[in-house]
């Protein structure tokens, strides 16, 4: 019997040419480019489908993914997963793909003509003309030639921003955690500080994920610190700026202008900033022309079609991109060297300048290029969410971060061991871990010291001298705190030398409880974990 062709449903516009790639893989599509408009009806026949191609407007909820019971694959023709709950479609086994590269050039150019319309007041100059009116002197603009722009973000993005203002004869600034200094010479621009950037801009773009810790990024204590007269522009994403706080700002006239594409709700059809004077606005355009439109409906497509006919994976956010037969030996090494470089990352709070990643054993012989890619997604993860296993190394060689792999195929101890070694400005720091008989990742070693800990959703890391009644005062910390243990590991080179306690507990650690930990004499660095 002749298997059954797998079936797509597209419920948002994609081209026809995007329809016919579909067809051409042997793929059936049932193309209804209205339906995400329907949620009802969407969710009474998603049920039918093997995948699901959307572009912004279908909302992929746990709602609707309760009653896919078939679908396979979600593709996303964009960057943004917005509108797909991520974690509920990767708990029942959905692969998420995006095309995080398709519309980079056209999002630039976007906050570059938003930054031109904003120094010449283009959009009220237009409209007055075309009333009728010849308010030749009431348009006074500001050149940008010469001008200090500051990029806030310099990845894909941000990166093809900074480049042509450069061309524009601009000066200028990024502040970029993971901007090396070397990149940041091979771009022309300079790397600064993010107060810095505030206080020396003539002009601000954003070009960052949403994610904690960029949210209201800028504020009015962020706004105070610019020059009087700074012009803000935001393609990014809605949530970066306390709009009210601008709104405050260019009313007393302290920011002399803002170029809005992104809000923080969507679609606005409404805004308190809506009709000002100094504000340009787009709905959501960064993406918005015919080559990007075209671009990511494509590669959608042939992805999308890739994974249901040959199980091929690409530009996954919650799978690597690995074949059906590597799958079962080389899926827990990946969940491994994820969680070793989230583990780092979310200690690294310096510049990184390099990843070094070392496979001994028997792992050293597999598909190591999966295994990389999971390491430095936990790595860049903690400040970039956008980040997937597909888009890590390249963001990583955007920043400047020299990746080395390193393959022994002995090991001393293990018959498998992953070694990750982050050098920053400051200092390096390494971790390891290996995968035992029962598939469960584990730490065998942090900063050379022996260790044996499982990874657990939440964790304390501490480094401390070893002198005896640390562990008394940090125990009893934390059941002062009502904080319960559920596994304790320790680990020292040797007697008086540095120590680590890596500790389990359930739920999470308030910041006071934290800095009271820090507080105990002998303790160096203390940091919550999340896994």
Same mark, same amino acid.
């Given at each position: 019997?002749?298997?059954?062709?797998?079936?797509?449903?597209?419920?948002?516009?994609?081209?026809?040419?995007?329809?016919?790639?579909?067809?051409?893989?042997?793929?059936?599509?049932?193309?209804?480019?209205?339906?995400? @408009?329907?949620?009802?009806?969407?969710?009474?026949?998603?049920? #039918?489908?093997?995948?699901?191609?959307?572009?912004?407007?279908?909302?992929?909820?746990?709602?609707? =993914?309760?009653?896919?019971?078939?679908?396979?694959?979600?593709?996303?023709?964009?960057?943004?997963?917005? #509108?797909?709950?991520?974690?509920?479609?990767?708990?029942?086994?959905?692969?998420?793909?995006?095309?995080?590269?398709?519309?980079?050039?056209?999002?630039?150019?976007?906050?570059?003509?938003?930054?031109?319309?904003?120094?010449?007041?283009?959009?009220?100059?237009?409209?007055? /003309?075309?009333?009728?009116?010849?308010?030749?002197?009431?348009?006074?603009?500001?050149? =940008?030639? #010469?001008? !200090?722009?500051?990029?806030?973000?310099?990845?894909?993005?941000?990166?093809?921003?900074?480049?042509?203002?450069?061309?524009?004869?601009?000066?200028?600034?990024?502040?970029?955690?993971?901007?090396?200094?070397?990149?940041?010479?091979?771009?022309?621009?300079?790397?600064?500080?993010?107060?810095?950037?505030?206080?020396?801009?003539?002009?601000?773009?954003?070009?960052?994920?949403?994610?904690?810790?960029?949210?209201?990024?800028?504020?009015?204590?962020?706004?105070?610190?610019?020059?009087?007269?700074?012009?803000?522009?935001?393609?990014?994403?809605?949530?970066?700026?306390?709009?009210?706080?601008?709104?405050?700002?260019?009313?007393?006239?302290? $920011?002399?202008?803002?170029?809005?594409?992104?809000?923080?709700?969507?679609?606005? /059809?409404?805004?308190?900033?809506?009709?000002?004077?100094? $504000?340009?606005?787009?709905?959501?355009?960064?993406?918005?022309?015919?080559?990007?439109?075209?671009?990511?409906?494509?590669? $959608?497509?042939?992805?999308?079609?890739?994974?249901?006919?040959?199980?091929?994976?690409?530009?996954?956010?919650?799978?690597?991109?690995?074949?059906?037969?590597?799958?079962?030996?080389?899926?827990?090494?990946?969940?491994?060297?994820?969680?070793?470089?989230?583990?780092?990352?979310? =200690?690294?709070?310096?510049?990184?300048?390099?990843?070094?990643?070392?496979?001994?054993?028997? $792992?050293?012989?597999?598909?190591?290029?999966?295994?990389?890619?999971?390491?430095?997604?936990?790595?860049?993860?903690?400040?970039?969410?956008?980040?997937?296993?597909?888009?890590?190394?390249?963001?990583?060689?955007?920043?400047?971060?020299?990746?080395?792999?390193?393959?022994? #195929?002995?090991?001393?101890?293990?018959?498998?061991?992953?070694?990750?070694?982050?050098? !920053?400005?400051?200092?390096?720091?390494?971790?390891?871990? /290996?995968?035992?008989?029962?598939?469960?990742?584990?730490?065998?070693?942090? @900063?050379?010291?022996?260790?044996?800990?499982?990874?657990?959703?939440?964790?304390?890391?501490? !480094?401390?001298?070893?002198?005896?009644?640390?562990?008394?005062?940090?125990?009893?910390?934390?059941?002062?705190?009502?904080?319960?243990?559920?596994?304790?590991?320790?680990?020292?080179?040797?007697?008086?030398?540095?120590?680590?306690?890596?500790?389990?507990?359930?739920?999470?650690?308030?910041?006071?409880?934290?800095?009271?930990?820090?507080?105990?004499?002998?303790?160096?660095?203390?940091?919550? =974990?999340?896994?």
């Amino acid at each position: 019997m002749t298997p059954m062709a797998p079936r797509v449903l597209i419920s948002d516009k994609l081209s026809a040419t995007a329809v016919q790639i579909f067809k051409d893989h042997g793929v059936e599509v049932d193309y209804q480019p209205d339906l995400g @408009k329907d949620k009802e009806k969407l969710a009474e026949i998603i049920g #039918n489908y093997d995948g699901l191609a959307i572009r912004s407007t279908t909302k992929v909820t746990e709602k609707l =993914l309760a009653n896919a019971r078939n679908l396979k694959v979600i593709g996303r023709a964009g960057i943004g997963v917005d #509108n797909v709950d991520v974690p509920a479609a990767t708990a029942r086994g959905v692969i998420v793909m995006n095309t995080p590269f398709g519309n980079s050039i056209t999002t630039a150019e976007h906050a570059i003509a938003l930054m031109f319309a904003l120094a010449r007041e283009l959009p009220e100059a237009n409209a007055s /003309t075309h009333a009728g009116k010849w308010e030749k002197n009431r348009f006074m603009g500001v050149e =940008l030639t #010469n001008k !200090t722009l500051g990029v806030i973000g310099c990845g894909n993005i941000g990166s093809i921003v900074a480049d042509r203002a450069v061309g524009l004869k601009m000066r200028v600034i990024a502040y970029d955690p993971f901007l090396s200094n070397e990149r940041a010479v091979e771009l022309g621009v300079e790397k600064v500080e993010l107060d810095e950037l505030f206080r020396r801009a003539d002009f601000i773009t954003l070009h960052v994920p949403l994610i904690e810790k960029t949210r209201n990024i800028i504020d009015i204590s962020a706004i105070l610190k610019m020059k009087k007269g700074v012009r803000i522009i935001n393609c990014a994403r809605g949530g970066l700026i306390v709009e009210a706080d601008l709104k405050a700002a260019l009313d007393s006239g302290h $920011v002399a202008g803002a170029a809005l594409d992104v809000f923080e709700t969507e679609p606005a /059809t409404a805004h308190p900033l809506f009709g000002h004077p100094k $504000v340009v606005c787009t709905p959501h355009l960064g993406a918005s022309t015919t080559e990007a439109q075209e671009n990511v409906a494509l590669q $959608v497509a042939e992805q999308m079609s890739d994974y249901l006919m040959k199980g091929a994976v690409s530009n996954a956010l919650n799978m690597p991109s690995i074949t059906a037969e590597e799958a079962p030996r080389l899926t827990p090494f990946v969940k491994l060297a994820e969680l070793l470089g989230s583990f780092a990352g979310q =200690l690294t709070e310096t510049g990184l300048k390099a990843i070094r990643i070392e496979y001994e054993g028997e $792992v050293a012989g597999m598909n190591i290029r999966a295994l990389s890619a999971a390491a430095i997604t936990g790595v860049l993860k903690p400040l970039l969410q956008s980040v997937n296993m597909v888009s890590a190394p390249v963001m990583a060689k955007e920043r400047g971060i020299a990746v080395a792999e390193v393959r022994n #195929n002995a090991s001393a101890n293990f018959e498998s061991l992953i070694r990750l070694t982050l050098t !920053t400005d400051r200092q390096e720091r390494s971790i390891a871990g /290996t995968v035992f008989a029962d598939g469960h990742p584990r730490i065998v070693e942090i @900063k050379g010291i022996k260790m044996d800990a499982e990874f657990a959703p939440s964790m304390i890391y501490v !480094t401390n001298e070893d002198k005896p009644g640390f562990i008394g005062k940090f125990a009893g910390l934390l059941g002062d705190a009502g904080i319960n243990i559920a596994t304790f590991a320790l680990g020292r080179l040797e007697q008086g030398a540095d120590a680590i306690c890596l500790v389990e507990v359930d739920g999470d650690v308030p910041a006071e409880v934290l800095d009271k930990v820090k507080a105990i004499p002998v303790v160096r660095q203390a940091k919550a =974990l999340k896994f």
